[in-house]
């Protein structure tokens, strides 16, 4: 089962993603996150990135596109992956199909903006194991606190009021058009994000033909 989740920032593809590894056993591929880290280790890849991260653009395609190539290479993604914010660009998805790299079905989340701006507004993160909250819809047990590893949580650099304008923009204009690319090759399915996360998750099993 090799899946991409495509859908606007803030959507709930993190989300979502994180409950599919729980259940199927088969590992997340976050192009947001593996970017994150090269940041953190201060890696040339991870130097050069940080400013298009910063300003809420697009990372250019070739960097990111051997980065995923890497990732899918390895041995846990044999039985299968998800796909989390890659690909993000007709370029990036051409260069999957050119790679040999089959995906199954396209699972495209939709919400309207002022849904997503909600959201993101309201999205905190673990820094030391990942997990996502929200400060209404998904509150750790304890604030500012991750449940699962006791850390603090933190608002990510690209969740400013003016960040999050333009990377909504960005996706309009760059992502959104992959839509239509995977309609046309018929592997695309749109569900609606505006439910329950358990909800949206039971139709996300429906759409991978997994319920
Ligand atoms: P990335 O990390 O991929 O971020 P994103 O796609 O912009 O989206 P988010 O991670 O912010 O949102 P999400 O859809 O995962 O939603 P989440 O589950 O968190 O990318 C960051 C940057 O890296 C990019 O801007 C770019 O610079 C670069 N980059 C990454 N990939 C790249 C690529 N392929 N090419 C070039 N550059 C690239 O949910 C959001 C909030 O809503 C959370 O608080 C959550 O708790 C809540 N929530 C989720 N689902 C629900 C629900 N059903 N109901 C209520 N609340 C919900």
């Not at 590893?149 to 992959?178: A, F, G, H, M």
Request: glycine share 8%; hydrophobic share 35%; with cysteine.
């Amino acid at each position: 089962m090799n899946v991409i989740l495509l859908g606007p920032p803030g959507v709930g593809k993190g989300t979502a993603a994180k409950r599919m590894v729980e259940v199927y056993g088969v590992p997340q591929i976050s192009t947001g996150d593996l970017l994150r880290e090269a940041v953190k280790n201060k890696t040339d890849l991870g130097l050069k990135a940080k400013k298009y991260m910063d300003a809420g653009e697009l990372v250019p395609d070739d960097l990111v596109i051997g980065l995923l190539k890497e990732r899918v290479a390895k041995e846990d993604c044999r039985k299968g992956f998800i796909l989390d914010g890659f690909p993000r660009t007709i370029p990036q998805a051409e260069s999957l199909d050119a790679s040999g790299i089959r995906i199954d079905v396209v699972v495209n989340l939709h919400a309207d903006e002022s849904v997503i701006i909600e959201r993101l507004s309201g999205r905190r993160d673990c820094p030391k194991c990942g997990a996502i909250y929200h400060v209404k819809n998904k509150p750790p047990k304890k604030a500012g606190i991750c449940d699962a590893c006791q850390s603090e949580l933190i608002t990510r650099d690209d969740q400013k009021e003016e960040v999050i304008q333009n990377r909504l923009q960005v996706y309009r204009k760059q992502t959104e058009p992959l839509i239509r690319y995977y309609e046309r090759k018929g592997i695309q399915k749109t569900i609606n994000a505006v439910q329950t996360i358990e909800n949206v998750f039971a139709d996300i099993q429906k759409a991978i033909g997994q319920a």
